[in-house]
């Protein structure tokens, strides 16, 4: 889980370094930060477990910070989503940043296909209202994260990814 916020953290620094938005990428690195600093304290409180064993303190500890991992991962994919949405300029020739940016690319354009057949089949009220009864969701990066085939044999022991290794190699 550690190394997984890792990940989520470098992908969200490559965003907010090419988000064209300033204001989307201010909030897109100080949700980083958050999650930097949740998964770094989560790396603690497991050695730290680790090494003491087993009490229900130290479990409810261990569980209670990767709940607020999981919270704070939500919270880059979210600030991702709208810096993607605002617009991201060109990655250099780095195939890291070419493959955060094709992902994110991905992501965009499966939600204006979905905004363009929701426009067609608009299920509208009286009122010109969207009906939400049978309308199906927007695509979300989280959901096109949880869509990632897990790739396990490809994650490091540590956080920092081996050489030649790419952020979405490593499952998030």
């Known amino acids: 889980m550690v190394s997984d916020g890792q990940v989520v953290v470098k992908f969200g620094n490559i965003l907010a370094k090419h988000c064209l938005d300033q204001r989307c990428s201010v909030e897109l690195l100080r949700a980083t930060e958050h999650t930097q600093s949740i998964s770094s304290q989560l790396g603690i409180v497991a050695r730290v477990k680790a090494v003491t064993g087993e009490s229900r303190a130290s479990s409810e500890l261990l569980l209670s910070n990767v709940q607020n991992l999981i919270q704070a991962v939500q919270h880059v994919l979210r600030a991702a989503e709208a810096a993607c949405v605002k617009g991201l300029g060109q990655p250099p020739a ?74 979405m190699d490593r499952h998030l």
């Open 94 to 167: 780095d195939p890291e940043e070419e493959e955060v940016a094709a992902f994110c690319q991905q992501w965009r354009k499966n939600l204006t296909q979905h905004r363009a057949k929701e426009a067609l089949n608009s299920d509208r009220d009286e009122l010109g209202l969207r009906k939400t009864r049978g309308a199906k969701a927007e695509p979300t990066l989280i959901s096109l994260v949880q869509e990632q085939p897990p790739r396990s044999r490809n994650v490091p022991k540590h956080p920092n990814p081996r050489k030649g290794q790419t952020v």
